[in-house]
């Protein structure tokens, strides 16, 4: 456990954190990390980073009273009250690379790719995480 925090706390903490719909989101080449209630999501690669993020469809429920959804959560069946996002602008080529390996080392729940995990493993993970963060 304490290795995998360390992985992430490298891999992530020079990272650039915007808002969902933030203007702010380049158009340039480069990894991104979506964060559902503070936990780790979903990880995902672009050349384009603003048209990719805007492809995941985000958009509140009811005027953000019962927080957010996109397509990927909907995926999971998941309904997160906070979402964040954070990217990095890297070397075209280079960016597919990154993503394959933090998804290999740090495995979010609705990322299949690289993992070897069926959707039915990622939904119940991806309902795992949500409860437990419901918790909290």
Avoid at 48 to 58: A, I, K, M, V, Y
Wanted: charged content about 25%; glycine content about 8%.
């Amino acid at each position: 456990m304490f290795v995998l925090s360390f992985v992430y706390i490298i891999y992530m903490s020079n990272w650039i954190e915007t808002g969902v719909f933030g203007k702010d989101i380049p158009r340039k080449v480069g990894v991104y990390a979506i964060y559902f209630d503070g936990s780790l999501a979903y990880i995902g690669s672009s050349i384009n980073l603003f048209n990719r993020l805007r492809g995941h469809g985000f958009w509140p429920i009811f005027g953000n009273k019962l927080g957010y959804t996109c397509r990927i959560a909907n995926r999971a069946g998941w309904h997160p009250k906070t979402i964040r996002v954070k990217y990095r602008l890297i070397r075209e080529g280079d960016h597919l690379s990154l993503e394959y390996r933090l998804i290999k080392r740090l495995r979010p729940p609705l990322n299949l790719f690289g993992t070897h995990r069926t959707r039915a493993e990622m939904r119940r993970e991806a309902h795992n995480l949500q409860a437990r963060t419901a918790i909290r």
